[in-house]
């Protein structure tokens, strides 16, 4: 089965400084991987999918990139962080054309 | 556009008792159904995974059903523990041409189990 590596777990960062948040899988290959961001009191929101190396779709415009620099990792970034870049992110990955999703730990991002 | 709604948003229940969260969507074309757990700060974990064309699945004290054609799914906790406190989450998975596929989240049930 699929694992999910995270991290940070916490970070807090101000205003205008840059983010790079890192997921890694392990147990499978060539697998679809996702960033999602769950606000205070909202759902989870897609911000990212990739499907493989270098192929990133972007769900909403905003603040952030993903890049996929190898086949199993998956990266967040930002170049000048907002207030309203706080949240807690997640990495999720699925693969083959009956798996469920598998969710990381997640990290709790403070812009102050 | 698929909405998933969950019902109640919050419960609280005594030990040992049965309950059911429910879970609807709006458009029935839907791949597979996923029921999460997320405990406070923490990420998501899977409880049960449907397909389309299953009608239940079964693990443990857990039991989900689904029926698409209604576009309703429902997560049965027998014999409920302060340990199932958590907030519960449904999801649906479009079809999609690819395998990527973008899940739609409800917005969680709060269950507080009493010892």
């Known amino acids: 089965s699929q694992t999910i590596h995270q991290w940070p777990a916490t970070l807090v960062q101000p205003v205008g400084s840059p983010l790079s948040l890192e997921c890694t899988v392990e147990?499978?290959?060539?697998?679809?991987l996702y960033w999602y961001r769950q606000a205070a009191g909202r759902g989870l929101q897609l911000l990212f999918y990739?499907?493989?190396?270098?192929?990133i779709s972007s769900e909403v415009p905003q603040n952030l990139s993903a890049s996929r620099p190898q086949d199993r990792q998956f990266i967040l970034s930002s170049k000048k962080l907002l207030l309203s870049d706080s949240g807690f992110y997640l990495c999720?990955?699925?693969?083959?054309?009956?798996?469920?999703?598998?969710f990381g730990s997640g990290t709790r991002l403070t812009v102050v | 556009k698929q909405e998933v709604t969950q019902i109640p948003a919050a419960l609280s229940v005594p030990e040992g008792e049965n309950l059911v969260l429910n879970c609807s969507f709006t458009?029935?074309?839907?791949?597979?159904l996923q029921w999460f757990r997320q405990d406070p700060g923490k990420g998501l974990t899977s409880l049960l995974l449907?397909?389309?064309?299953?009608r239940e699945q079964t693990s443990g004290r857990l039991n989900a059903s689904l029926d698409k054609s209604s576009g309703r799914s429902t997560l049965y906790i027998a014999a409920s523990q302060p340990g199932d406190s958590a907030t519960y989450l449904c999801?649906?998975?479009?079809?999609?041409?690819?395998?990527?596929?973008?899940?739609?989240f409800g917005s969680g049930t709060q269950l507080t189990v009493l010892p």
């Open positions: 999720a990955c699925n693969g083959g054309t009956a798996d469920g999703y598998t």
């Open positions: 147990g499978t290959s060539n697998p679809n």
């Open positions: 990739s499907v493989g190396i270098g192929q």
């Open positions: 458009d029935s074309a839907i791949y597979n």
């Open positions: 449907i397909q389309s064309s299953q």
């Open positions: 999801a649906v998975s479009p079809f999609s041409s690819g395998s990527a596929r973008q899940l739609t």
